[in-house]
């Protein structure tokens, strides 16, 4: 969602975890993916995959 933060946050938290940047991992990728769609679904009442 434009001008949410939350949803900002959860997506460069899981560019960087796909890059592998900060020493984060592909399971911390899925953990923030995970996140973030509940986050659309509960906050924005969206579906998971826009």
Do not use: F, K, N, Y
């Not at 899981?14 to 020493?23: P, Q």
């Not at 993916?33 to 998971?48: A, F, I, K, Y």
């Amino acid at each position: 969602m434009p001008r949410c933060w939350i949803c900002g946050v959860l997506a460069t938290v899981a560019r960087a975890a796909w890059h592998g940047e900060e020493g984060l991992t592909q399971r911390d990728w899925l953990s923030v993916t995970g996140s973030g769609m509940r986050h659309r679904m509960h906050d924005h009442g969206l579906p998971p995959i826009a």
